[in-house]
């Protein structure tokens, strides 16, 4: 600990990784059949036999009223209704003044609801607040959460108006979420090149990667970046995962892994800085 406290204070810059980890320590999990799921999605549950939420997200409902019940009382939940816990307050305190960039696959704009600058984090897979042509006709990408508020409002027995349900606007086919499970998705091109800025600027400084709940496999993020790692001159590569630290070979000399509770770490790694 003292040793990452070390690599943390006097780093020039911070990139925070995060995945799935992290919304799970959140409370915000998309993979168990738990209370909070049940809570929530009972008679999804009953309807359709999905056992989690990401059965619940990839289901093919037959209605887009169905479709988008799903998502909005998802959204309301987890999004309108989250409030930051604190793992975000101790990683805004690790932060501190040091310049930052986020880089996530989450989607529940958590990180921007705590206080970080929506314009240093990169949602590589989308988000939960934003939609799209269905089709991509065209690469507009639109704001839901009024539209999401309306028909959390108005949902009924799984199923919102038939007239809350948004169209393209230039095709009149089907909106969805900009969210990664489908070939169409628009990617965020303006926050990619902010990343890409960030990385070039760091790329030669003192750069920690901080880490958050990446499962070992992930290519998404967390191979680029141990890539990144073994590349950078004074780059710094800090894991924290619960029962699933690794450390490519070629890095392990800059690396370390913190295997625990990431509520319990970032508040032991938070007030050994302080
Ligand atoms: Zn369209």
């Not at 091109?189 to 902010?194: I, L, P, Q």
Request: one cysteine or more; charged letters at 25%; proline letters at 4%.
């Amino acid at each position: 600990m003292r040793e990452i406290q070390n690599k943390i204070e006097n780093a020039d810059a911070i990139l925070i990784a995060a995945s799935n980890g992290l919304s799970i320590s959140e409370g915000y999990h998309l993979f168990a059949d738990n209370p909070a799921f049940r809570e929530l999605f009972s008679d999804f549950r009953t309807k359709y036999g999905i056992r989690c939420i990401i059965q619940g997200m990839t289901y093919p409902y037959k209605t887009e009223e169905e479709t988008w019940a799903f998502w909005s009382r998802l959204i309301t939940r987890y999004v309108h209704s989250y409030t930051p816990t604190c793992q975000m307050k101790e990683l805004k305190k690790i932060v501190g003044k040091k310049p930052y960039f986020i880089i996530t696959s989450n989607a529940e704009t958590h990180f921007e609801i705590a206080g970080f600058d929506s314009k240093k984090i990169y949602e590589i897979e989308g988000t939960l607040i934003e939609m799209q042509c269905a089709k991509a006709c065209h690469k507009t990408i639109y704001p839901v959460t009024e539209m999401i508020e309306k028909m959390a409002a108005a949902e009924k027995d799984g199923l919102v108006p038939s007239e809350l349900v948004p169209r393209c606007p230039i095709c009149g086919g089907s909106m969805q979420l900009r969210y990664g499970f489908s070939p169409s998705f628009i990617q965020d091109e303006d926050a990619s090149e902010r990343y890409m800025t960030f990385i070039d600027q760091y790329y030669n400084q003192k750069l920690v990667i901080l880490e958050l709940g990446i499962g070992a496999g992930n290519r998404l993020i967390k191979e680029p970046l141990m890539k990144l790692a073994a590349s950078g001159r004074d780059i710094t590569y800090i894991t924290i995962n619960k029962g699933e630290i690794y450390i490519a070979g070629n890095i392990k000399d800059k690396s370390f892994g913190l295997d625990g509770d990431l509520t319990d770490i970032l508040a032991e790694l938070s007030s050994a800085l302080s």
